[in-house]
């Protein structure tokens, strides 16, 4: 089974954890989460980085990781590219929260596919909604201000 290491802006990371886990309450251990503070070098935060995901892969000898990471370009994502190597783990940026439900529900597949399936879920979950008024709604031909009742 793989896990998935989330490495975002403080406090994305952990709040998209604490998502996950509301709708998967059985996979405590197979997310781990690192909020990028602000006042934190990148070098610390590789450190930590280090750490979790050497722990995340030490769980057993098959243990691969899927690395999500909120923005392409900024600290978390140029963290995370010094931490993948590839085999046993992978990066994908752009985290949301329909990508990384996508990614744990399917944590039992293959690392490529999961990866495959992480993105399909991410851009499906972007999508304009509402954009005019439901269809089956009346709509008023005139404001209240205009009908006279006689309550007083």
């Known amino acids: 089974m793989n896990s998935i290491l989330l490495i975002a802006h403080a406090p994305l990371a952990h709040a998209l954890r604490q998502c996950a886990l509301h709708v998967f309450p059985d996979c405590e251990q197979d997310i781990a989460g690192i909020d990028v503070q602000p006042n934190v070098s990148p070098e610390e935060t590789l450190a930590a980085a280090r750490i979790q995901l050497a722990q995340l892969l030490g769980r057993s000898p098959r243990s691969k990781v899927l690395v999500l990471a909120d923005v392409f370009g900024a600290t978390p994502c140029n963290v995370a590219q010094k931490l993948v190597d590839g085999t046993h783990s992978r990066l994908v940026a ?57 309550q007083q």
């Open 94 to 150: 752009g985290v949301n929260l329909p990508m990384l439900l996508r990614a744990v529900t399917y944590r039992h597949e293959p690392l490529d596919a999961q990866v495959q399936r992480a993105i399909a879920g991410g851009t499906s979950g972007v999508m304009q909604v509402a954009v005019a008024a439901p269809q089956n709604q009346a709509r008023r031909k005139h404001s209240d201000q205009e009908i006279r009742d006689h």
